[in-house]
Structures are given as structure tokens and as C-alpha cells.
């Protein structure tokens, strides 16, 4: 069974940061990505990040460029998103997907439906 938990997500004050990680088990394919998205009250999914894990090649939204880094943590296991200088406007309930190492191609994100697995999500809260 494909399992992903999110973890890491609280309450931040404009300008900090927060170090968000996606731990995964079950997966049954060799290459693999990992995408970040985010989902604010009223609005739909929309993609932040993804890392395609086998050979590192990452993608990110234009919004979030320069202040989000999504890296391995072959340490934990684990697919972290390290977010810094964060605004009002990042206040979502961020989410980790796993698809076919195919989707994050370095040449913008992946959609939502290119991901069949999630986790349940962590609320990142930044108050202005």
C-alpha cells in the first residue's frame, strides 16, 4: 500500500520559514516524482514543487521560485520543501503526491491529475 505523511507544517509569521517533509513507503516503481501542491480555502490545488528522485530534477512554481527548495533527504527518506521568506498568500493546506518520474521533467509542473497518491496534508499557516 503507497503511503506519503506530510509533517512540518505550523503557524509563521511573515518572512519565515518552515521545513515541510514528505515521508513515503509502498512505492512499487523504480523512478518516481514527488510534487508539491497546496490548496488555500476556496481555491483549487494548484502546484508548488516536484523532484523527480531518482536523478534530482526539479521544478518549481513561478510564485515560489527563489524561496522554496525542494530537495532528497536520503538520510530520512524523506522529500522536503524548505520555505523561506513566506507571505500571507502561502497560507495552504500543502499536500505530497507520487507519479511517474516522467511528470517532473524539470520543464514546468505537473497537474494535479498526474498524481495518484496522496497524503493527507499539513496546514502552513502565515499570519501578516
Known amino acids: 500500500e503507497v503511503q506519503l505523511v506530510e509533517s512540518g507544517g505550523g503557524l509563521v509569521q511573515t518572512g519565515g520559514s518552515l521545513r515541510l517533509s514528505c515521508a513515503t513507503s509502498?512505492?512499487?516503481?523504480?523512478?518516481?516524482?514527488i510534487g508539491w501542491f497546496r490548496q488555500a480555502p476556496g481555491k483549487e490545488r494548484e502546484g508548488v514543487s516536484c523532484?523527480?528522485?531518482?536523478?534530482?530534477?526539479?521544478a518549481y512554481a513561478d510564485f515560489v521560485k527563489g524561496r522554496f527548495t525542494v530537495s532528497n533527504n536520503n538520510a530520512k527518506n524523506t522529500v522536503d520543501l524548505q520555505m523561506n521568506s513566506l507571505k500571507p498568500e502561502d497560507t495552504a493546506v500543502y499536500y505530497c503526491?507520487?507519479?511517474?518520474?516522467?511528470?517532473?521533467?524539470?520543464?514546468?509542473?505537473?497537474?494535479?491529475?498526474?498524481?495518484?497518491?496522496w497524503g493527507q496534508g499539513t496546514q502552513v499557516t502565515v499570519s501578516s
Open positions: 503526491g507520487v507519479a511517474g518520474g516522467h511528470v517532473c521533467s524539470g520543464d514546468g509542473l505537473p497537474g494535479v491529475y498526474d498524481f495518484a497518491f
Open positions: 509502498g512505492i512499487f516503481f523504480d523512478d518516481y516524482a
Open positions: 523532484i523527480r528522485r531518482s536523478i534530482g530534477v526539479t
